[in-house]
């Protein structure tokens, strides 16, 4: 079992930045694979990006592409989003997710464990 915690949402204005945190439990994080899915009101839940256990592989959508980076630190057990120039359609509940898989899946099917969520607002 694993359990994910983000972290480091809030409200921003539009141009801004946040930095998100994923820490999971476990001894095996570097196995997993990690990612990142946003819910905006009304929608449907949607991937962001994704990362493999070694990292080595990463994956965004096309609408983060330039502004996004993922990156984890497999000795502090912990994924990061870092999120540049964001916008007010950036807004949404941002859910990590583990794969025992190891890989980077762009489908939210590829994913056991999922956190709780964490705000981000957008201001314009």
């Known amino acids: 079992q694993v359990q994910l915690v983000e972290s480091g949402g809030g409200l921003v204005q539009a141009g801004g930045s946040l930095r998100l945190s994923c820490a999971a439990s476990g001894r095996t994080f570097r196995n997993y694979g990690m990612g990142w899915f946003r819910q905006a009101p009304g929608k449907e839940r949607e991937f962001v990006s994704a990362?493999?256990?070694?990292?080595?592989?990463?994956d965004y959508i096309d609408a983060v592409k330039g502004r996004f980076t993922i990156s984890r630190d497999n000795a502090k057990n912990t994924v990061y989003l870092q999120m540049n120039s964001l916008k007010p359609e950036d807004t949404a509940v941002y859910y990590c997710?583990?794969?025992?898989?190891?890989?980077?899946?762009?489908?939210?099917?590829?994913?056991?464990?999922w956190g709780q969520g964490t705000q981000v607002t957008v201001s314009s």
């Open positions: 990362i493999s256990g070694g990292g080595v592989s990463t």
């Open positions: 997710a583990a794969s025992r898989s190891g890989l980077a899946y762009v489908s939210a099917r590829g994913y056991d464990y």
